[in-house]
T-cell receptor, first 114, second 115 residues
Framework: EPEVTQTPSHQVTQMGQEVILRCVPISNHLYFYWYRQILGQKVEFLVSFYNNEISEKSEIFDDQFSVERPDGSNFTLKIRSTKLEDSAMYFCASSEHQISYEQYFGPGTRLTVT | QQQVKQSPQSLIVQKGGISIINCAYE??????FPWYQQFPGKGPALLIAIRPDVSEKKEGRFTISFNKSAKQFSLHIMDSQPGDSATYFCAARRSEGGATNKLIFGTGTLLAVQP
């Protein structure tokens, strides 16, 4: 069964450093998302991406964040200068098309900022 | 208006019992309501979903009941098993002219099914 994959599973970084989280969405999916989950809290939407551009972003997704689809398979989230409060699980998700609605999540990357 | 309120925060059920988790929303623009199951250290897994034009959807032991007038929906897990022990999130999709597929999640319910 196709699945969303994410690397790395755990990333430790120092405050102020740049990190790139990587995702490989399901191959025939066209819509891509990033969500985050601070430990013990609910999942929060960060950004959606379609046709090589951001379709929506949340208040959390400020200028420190960026997304990119550098090739036909990868989807990345970059945090330019990490803060302690960026520590969270980051989930990538994808959906086949807008009408299908169903979003499938990857296993997540645990980001720890020290 | 953007929130989805979920209760209870935690739930303990005996094996074979029925687990019921409730969610409520205010925004009538929501048009799709999925439930996700999450095991520790894993990503949310889509369990079952419903659209507001039906009042109930059943898949195996999992049933969503949807009350559009009350703006409430609930997940029922019949014959609950220890393997169902996980955190369950309800969510809602906001429709705004088809421009987005953003999911808004509830706060989660930690379910423990005791053998």
């Amino acid at each position: 069964e196709p699945e969303v994959t994410q690397t790395p599973s755990h990333q430790v970084t120092q405050m102020g450093q740049e990190v790139i989280l990587r995702c490989v969405p399901i191959s025939n999916h066209l819509y891509f998302y990033w969500y985050r989950q601070i430990l013990g809290q609910k999942v929060e939407f960060l950004v959606s991406f379609y046709n090589n551009e951001i379709s929506e972003k949340s208040e959390i997704f400020d200028d420190q964040f960026s997304v990119e689809r550098p090739d036909g398979s990868n989807f990345t989230l970059k945090i330019r200068s990490t803060k302690l409060e960026d520590s969270a699980m980051y989930f990538c998700a994808s959906s086949e098309h807008q009408i299908s609605y169903e979003q499938y999540f990857g296993p997540g990357t645990r980001l720890t900022v020290t | 208006q953007q929130q989805v309120k979920q209760s209870p925060q935690s739930l303990i059920v005996q094996k074979g019992g029925i687990s019921i988790i409730n969610c409520a929303y205010e925004n009538t623009a929501f048009d799709y309501f999925p439930w996700y199951q999450q095991f520790p250290g894993k990503g949310p897994a889509l369990l079952i979903a419903i659209r507001p034009d039906v009042s109930e959807k059943k898949e195996g032991r999992f049933t969503i009941s949807f009350n559009k007038s009350a703006k409430q929906f609930s997940l029922h897990i019949m014959d609950s098993q220890p393997g169902d022990s996980a955190t369950y999130f309800c969510a809602a999709r906001r429709s705004e002219g088809g421009a987005t597929n953003k999911l808004i999640f509830g706060t989660g319910t930690l379910l423990a099914v005791q053998p």
